[in-house]
């Protein structure tokens, strides 16, 4: 397990993916741009905005170069790393934010959309275009997860439809990165990301993996996936 990660919650891998998986990647998410959106609406699993900011959720199954890639060697090397455990897909999706109008993302940390108590889990966010502070990448707050290991306070934002975790001065660590590169964060790192200002769309992969099943504690039923590795 990378010490940087436990420390700072977070850790990057400049050149994580191969030429052939950025390309499959981008083919995969332009595919599913070209569906009619379906993502607006209210509320913590529907926290889409349109053209403006867009969850392509699910997927994998329907694309078998996609399923191959989350459930394989290079994101379950990455997993491994962070969590220090055999990792299980959790959640995948791409999000997308449309050009010059691509909405901003508040502070909160993933753990939050759960909604209950769990064991922190990884976010492997995959840049599928240049990112930079102008198209609305990624900030983070340091945070050592293991001194710090709870879920803070989060208000739900009705104008803007999406958890806010945090309310302080601190702009956070931007992510700026190339097509490819890979920002891994635990589950209980605070980030947000900004509005995308530029004429061309921000596309991004997002793969969360697990040490262990997530399940309601009240009802025992499963959250989302807990598909194990083949790489």
Not at 57 to 75: C, I, S, Y
Not at 116 to 125: C, K, L, R, S
Not at 203 to 216: F, G, L, V
Request: with cysteine.
């Amino acid at each position: 397990m990378t010490e940087t990660y436990r420390r700072t919650g977070f850790t990057t891998y400049p050149n994580g993916l191969s030429a052939a998986e950025l390309s499959m990647l981008r083919s995969t998410c332009d595919t599913l741009l070209a569906e009619p959106a379906q993502d607006g609406g209210k509320g913590m699993h529907t926290i889409g905005l349109g053209d403006a900011r867009r969850f392509l959720r699910h997927r994998h199954a329907d694309f078998p170069e996609l399923q191959d890639f989350v459930l394989g060697k290079t994101m379950a090397d990455i997993a491994r790393d962070c969590l220090g455990a055999e990792p299980l897909l959790f959640n995948e999706q791409f999000v997308v934010k449309g050009a010059g109008k691509g909405a901003s993302f508040a502070w909160h940390q993933d753990s939050a959309y759960v909604g209950f108590d769990h064991t922190p889990y990884v976010t492997v966010w995959i840049a599928l275009d240049d990112t930079t502070e102008a198209n609305g990448c990624v900030y983070l707050l340091p945070r050592d997860i293991d001194a710090e290991p709870g879920i803070d306070p989060h208000e739900w934002q009705d104008e803007t439809n999406e958890l806010n975790g945090y309310f302080g001065d601190d702009p956070g660590q931007p992510m700026e990165c190339g097509a490819g590169a890979v920002v891994a964060f635990s589950s209980i790192t605070l980030h947000r990301s900004g509005p995308n200002t530029t004429e061309r769309p921000r596309r991004a992969y997002i793969a969360q993996y697990s040490a262990e099943p997530i399940r309601d504690p009240e009802s025992g039923e499963l959250k989302r996936f807990a598909t194990a590795m083949a790489g």
